[in-house]
């Protein structure tokens, strides 16, 4: 009685592992996709507010248009992108709806998109849901799972209607220069290929500014759908609220499908939204933070043997097994039965990616010690 | 502020190893900077964080105490406010514009004590023109920490 493509969706291993972890008291979870901090006071106050003030209706389809305006000026100060508020913004349930409705919106059955892997886990199912093909651009921990050009030229030429960007990556941390993206851009603009661009963890870019593929010129704007939102950044996960900026009839068809099937937003999220992006301090300050952290756990980590790819964002690493001889499944098992610490295996973000971990640094200092501890007591026990 | 402020400030503790690795700095270094900072007062003290209400036995009491005085030709305040804040029971004292001139904090034993010093020492001073006494019932916050409840983390243990 269900639907074959979603019977063959694959959950895995994997599912039963995290079913593991949260079945385990007394866990360090280095597993966690989320940030470790509570949204900031002020972003609460004014869903408190707004509840007190009776705000508990729908909202336009679109989403508020002061949280549209709010967000096109917070692009043209921040990237000096200009998306007009009325016909190229719209309001999401996180940038996971807006990835779906964008596929949704763009894909004809059997229509190929580009995924670079390792990738988020959604990516290549929620392909599949819209009728969509996966060409797999695999990275290299040797270019720093980057996008290796020939690669990217190779698949190009099979004719893809899309490609999806995320940078800072999860699970790499890696992300582009203006410089690196050029060069990918190049690549794309030769052929109409749509760029959907998950930039979600572009506030949390630590070495240097975060530059949105869609402020290269002004073909790639429009050829872009730039996602993003507040999870991450501002701490406001469990708000569910994002937004998609892209070209109006791309717009127009994506709030179709969000009118028929979401509605809107919820407006408690929404408002909060339009405070948050006015808490710079606040987002600035977890950032340092996440550096720091990022800083210490990338410098005990490569200690332990477990080589890390330097990641410039988000507050995720991706370690390689390297000498030790576990695929990532087993390892992470173990070291959740032996030591218990949890971390996410590699292959949730791609089969070749059975040698690597993700581990989150989004816990606090005093956890990453005792989880390095951990980590280095078990090192020492495997064979 | 520097980083190693930053930090310092939320916990003077943090070894000098974690420091630098937090900071991407090397140790010895960062033993100077500290060392500097120190040497020039922009480091005062190392100080705890103690939430009395919780520690078995303490029964102090504390009170904020707005004080009145008459300021002096050529030091103004500062004179006055050396012989108030000399006091050992006086654990903080400001300057303030507004109604009143020093805000002190002051901690005893008891009551008592506490009316004690304002009654005999304070208010008897030729400078002080007059006290008002505010004991403290409760402390939600103090330097930025909340003391009653802190946030709890709700998130799951792993999750994409």
């Given amino acids: 009685m269900i639907a074959d493509r979603i019977e063959k969706l694959a959950p895995s291993g994997i599912r039963a592992f995290f079913d593991l972890v949260l079945g385990m008291p007394d866990v360090i979870s280095l597993g966690v996709g989320e940030p470790d901090f509570i949204t900031p006071w002020k972003i609460r106050e004014k869903a408190i ?164 593929v869609a402020s290269l010129d002004k073909k790639a704007k429009r050829q872009t759908i730039l996602l993003s939102g507040f999870s991450k950044g501002y701490a406001m996960t469990g708000f569910r609220v994002g937004f998609a900026c892209a070209h109006k009839k791309i717009i127009s068809a994506m709030t179709k499908i969000h009118a028929y099937s979401m509605l809107c937003g919820p407006i408690i999220s929404q408002l909060a939204a339009t405070e948050a992006l006015k808490a710079q301090r606040e987002v600035i300050q977890m950032r340092q933070e996440y550096k720091r952290r990022r800083d210490f756990i990338v410098k005990e980590l490569n200690a332990l043997g477990l080589s890390v790819t330097q990641p410039q964002g988000a507050f995720y690493c991706f370690p390689s097994l390297g000498k030790f001889k576990l695929n990532s499944l087993e390892f992470a098992k173990k070291l959740l039965f032996e030591e218990k610490v949890a971390v996410v295996p590699g292959r949730a973000f791609g089969k070749e990616f059975d040698s690597y971990l993700r581990i989150s640094y989004a816990n606090t200092l005093d956890n990453l010690k005792k989880a390095i501890i951990r980590i280095e007591r078990f090192l020492k026990k495997l064979p | 502020m520097e980083e190693i402020l930053e930090i310092l400030e939320e916990n003077a503790r943090i070894s000098l190893e974690d420091l630098a690795k937090l900071t991407g700095r090397n140790k010895k270094e960062i033993e100077r900077v500290i060392k500097g900072f120190e040497r020039k007062g922009v480091i005062v003290k190392y100080k705890t964080v103690i939430n009395k209400d919780k520690v078995k036995g303490e029964k102090g009491v504390v009170a904020i105490i707005e004080v009145k005085v008459i300021p002096q030709k050529d030091v103004g305040f500062d004179l006055v406010a050396e012989r108030i804040y000399r006091f050992p029971e006086v654990k903080s004292c400001y300057l303030l514009s507004g109604t009143y001139d020093l805000l002190l904090v002051v901690e005893g034993k008891d009551i008592h004590t506490v009316a004690n010093f304002v009654s005999e020492k304070l208010a008897p001073l030729s400078s002080v023109k007059g006290t008002i006494t505010h004991f403290m019932l409760k402390k939600y916050k103090e330097d930025g920490v909340i003391l009653v409840k802190e946030d709890k983390m709700r998130r799951l243990a792993i999750t994409y």
Wanted: proline share 5%; aromatic share 10%.
């Fill in chain 1, 49 to 212: 507010t707004a509840l007190e003030e009776g705000f508990t209706s729908y909202t336009s389809n679109q989403g508020l248009f002061v949280l549209r305006q709010d967000i096109a000026r917070y692009l043209k100060k921040k990237y000096s992108l200009y998306y007009t508020p009325k016909e190229e913004i719209l309001i999401t349930v996180g940038v996971s709806e807006g990835f779906d409705l964008a596929l949704r919106a763009i894909l004809e059955p059997g229509d190929s998109v580009i995924i670079v892997s390792p990738h988020y886990v959604s990516y290549p199912a929620l392909v599949e849901v819209a009728y969509g093909k996966v060409l797999y651009l695999v990275t290299k921990e040797e270019d720093g799972f980057k996008i290796n050009p020939k690669k990217l030229c190779e698949l190009v030429k099979k004719n893809p209607k899309a490609i999806v960007l995320n940078y800072p990556s999860n699970p790499t941390g890696v992300t582009y220069s203006r410089e690196e993206l050029k060069e990918i851009w190049k690549i794309l603009s030769s052929k109409e290929i749509l760029v959907i661009s998950d930039e979600i963890y572009g506030e949390l870019t630590y070495d240097a500014d975060h530059v949105p």
